[in-house]
């Protein structure tokens, strides 16, 4: 299995800041990535696909870059409805593996 | 309006049999892979397995295979996960999602059920 790895785990920041969250696959997996939100108590939402595409309906606030083993996700400016659990997902080779998850919670 | 409304909270015993579902709407069901991810309380996301409506072709995630089995019916329009012996470590949070069409995006859940609570206790 491709196991993905996220750093940090866990962040606080203010509202209008930049936030920026890595995940890192264990294997190559040219630029088939997702990133999911998840807030507290719900299911998770799709924000970015195929590494950087963002999903209809998503602030642009959100982005994401990288390819091959190394990828980041940024939030341009935090709001407080952007607090929750943010996964890194795989879809190169079943099966498709998450990322451990980066907590992001207001400061 | 894409739709995926799953069943309500299971409580069973170990040992105890489940189906759980997901019921699709709005969109043409044989045309969309689903699958199942698992969240233990507090834990992270797992893949286990998807499935084509349209043939009822299956993979699984090793870790899961030979413990659920996940099933479709075109004309219910309703994907399906099953145990048919619970183990406490099965207790957590199961959710269905809908799988895009296109290669490029072919891994990616672009619409999710609200999710369904599963317990297994003595």
């Known amino acids: 299995d491709i196991q993905m790895t996220q750093s940090p785990s866990s962040l606080s920041a203010s509202v209008g800041d930049r936030v920026t969250i890595s995940c890192q696959a264990n294997?190559?997996?040219?630029?088939?990535l997702n990133w999911y939100q998840q807030r507290p108590g719900k299911a998770p939402r799709l924000l970015i696909y195929?590494?950087?595409r963002l999903e209809t309906g998503v602030p642009s606030r959100f982005s994401g870059g990288g390819s091959g083993t190394h990828f980041s996700f940024t939030i341009t400016s935090l709001q407080p409805e952007d607090v929750g659990t943010y996964y890194c997902?795989?879809?190169?080779?079943?099966?498709?593996?998450f990322g451990p998850g980066t907590k992001v919670d207001i400061k | 309006e894409v739709q995926l409304v799953q069943s309500g909270t299971e409580v069973k015993k170990p040992g105890e049999s489940l189906k759980i579902s997901c019921k699709t709407s709005?969109?043409?069901?044989?045309?969309?892979?689903i699958t199942w991810v698992r969240q233990i309380p507090g834990k992270g996301l797992e893949w286990m397995a998807r499935?084509?409506?349209?043939?009822?072709?299956?993979d699984y995630n090793p870790s899961f295979r030979g413990h659920v089995t996940i099933s479709s019916d075109i004309s219910l329009t309703t994907a399906y996960l099953q145990w048919a012996s619970l183990k406490a470590s099965d207790t957590a949070i199961y959710f269905c999602?809908?799988?895009?069409?296109?290669?490029?995006?072919?891994?990616?859940?672009?619409?999710w059920g609200q999710g369904t609570l599963v317990t297994v206790s003595s």
């Open positions: 709005g969109y043409t069901f044989s045309n969309y892979w």
């Open positions: 999602a809908r799988l895009r069409q296109d290669r490029a995006a072919a891994g990616t859940s672009d619409f």
């Open positions: 294997h190559g997996i040219d630029n088939f």
């Open positions: 195929l590494a950087s």
């Open positions: 997902q795989q879809y190169q080779d079943l099966p498709f593996t």
């Open positions: 499935i084509d409506p349209s043939d009822s072709y299956t």
